[in-house]
């Protein structure tokens, strides 16, 4: 067995003990292979991690930057009491199609404001709307990522969980040199984040189904 099958056998093996996709979330996959979207969502462990983390701070406001499929939105969404709200940002109109019609067989229309478009041309909208939200999830592109964290200290308050998916890259983020544009928006987010006193930050690699990766967790002070 070689690591990517050792990790995803695990993944699979802690799927089926702990996890509890539902029936639901497993629609919210299959539609979006079936319509052709990439399949980069968060895998079931990683979803359930968002939930948890979301749950731990009795967060009732969330933001989500890429919404892809929605398959991450329904376990972020899924952590909200009754009252609770979820934006999420997706500027690709055919995703959000899909997106929506998982979104409601999950039950979760109520919650979820869904708005199309850019996220950079989304967030000056939000921050003048005056939202203040309790929980970020930026997963969009990653050229823009430092923008995105940019724009999520200015709608969060001190306490608030700022999470940044795919930030190791298979390791390549150590690569100076890199031409790869993701790796280099990825990059910059490091250095964005280095040094920044209004948050308290740090980044955990993963492994799994998903390959080598990993998320950065940063807290509002
Ligand atoms: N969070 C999802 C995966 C998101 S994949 C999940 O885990 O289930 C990244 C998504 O970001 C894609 O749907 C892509 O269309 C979207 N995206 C890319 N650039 C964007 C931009 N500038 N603004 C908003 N969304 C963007
Ligand atoms: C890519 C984007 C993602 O958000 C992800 O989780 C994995 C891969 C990508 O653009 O390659
Ligand atoms: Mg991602």
Do not use: C
């Not at 939930?51 to 919404?67: D, H, V, Y």
């Not at 199609?97 to 199309?116: C, F, P, T, W």
């Amino acid at each position: 067995m070689d690591l990517q099958e050792r990790w995803s056998a695990v993944d699979a093996y802690i799927e089926s003990k702990i996890v509890g996709e539902d029936s639901a979330l497993r629609a919210a996959a299959e539609a979006s292979v079936k319509a052709g979207l990439p399949t980069i969502a968060v895998t079931p462990a990683q979803g359930k991690l968002l939930n948890i983390l979301a749950k731990s701070i009795g967060a009732t406001r969330m933001l989500e930057i890429g919404t892809l499929g929605g398959y991450s939105t329904i376990w972020l969404a899924r952590a909200l009491p009754q009252a609770g709200k979820l934006i999420t940002l997706e500027v690709n109109p055919k995703h959000a199609d899909v997106a929506r019609q998982n979104i409601a067989r999950a039950g979760l229309e109520s919650k979820v404001d869904m708005r199309i478009a850019a996220a950079l041309d989304s967030l000056p909208v939000l921050a003048q709307e005056r939202h203040v939200f309790d929980f970020v999830f930026i997963d969009a592109d990653k050229q823009n990522i430092s923008a995105y964290f940019d724009w999520s200290l200015r709608v969060t308050r001190s306490g608030s969980l700022i999470l940044i998916d795919n930030v190791v890259r298979e390791g390549e983020i150590i690569d100076a040199e890199s031409r790869d544009v993701n790796v280099q928006g990825v990059r910059q987010m490091y250095d964005r984040l280095s040094g920044e006193t209004r948050v308290t930050a740090t980044a955990v690699q993963t492994v799994g189904s998903k390959k080598y990766d990993g998320f950065v967790l940063a807290v509002v002070n």
